[in-house]
């Protein structure tokens, strides 16, 4: 079983940034960061692929959001910048160890608590 906790987040105005940080306890094929507004379905925005280094992000992040990982450190980064209102929900990092589908949530054996990001206009 691998244990995954969430850090970082926290209320921001729209336009600034937040880094989520995503520690694991052990190291996985994939990790990634899903997002769930309130009363909406959990989405994947980006994961990123140990081993290759492959990454993936949502078109509704792409420009403003990076993925990275540090491996020694088994941990995996959400760089937020330009925050918009839309992007409050809460924020859950997930890892499997054999997944196929980068955004699909029934993919992930592992989650996190979950964090929450509230960004205001």
């Known amino acids: 079983q691998v244990q995954l906790a969430e850090s970082g987040g926290g209320s921001v105005q729209a336009g600034g940034s937040l880094r989520l940080t995503c520690a694991a306890s052990a190291l996985t094929y994939v990790m990634a960061w899903f997002r769930q507004p309130l009363e909406k379905e959990r989405e994947g925005i980006a994961a990123?692929?140990?081993?290759?280094?492959?990454?993936y992000l949502d078109d509704s992040v792409k420009g403003r959001f990076t993925i990275s990982q540090d491996k020694e450190k088994m941990s995996a980064y959400l760089q937020m910048n330009n925050l918009k209102p839309e992007d409050t929900g809460m924020y859950y990092c997930?890892?499997?160890?054999?997944?196929?589908?980068?955004?699909?949530?029934?993919?992930?054996?592992?989650w996190g608590q979950g964090i929450q990001v509230t960004v205001s206009s």
């Open positions: 990123i692929y140990r081993n290759s280094g492959r990454i």
């Open positions: 997930a890892g499997s160890h054999s997944n196929t589908q980068w955004n699909g949530p029934t993919y992930y054996e592992f």
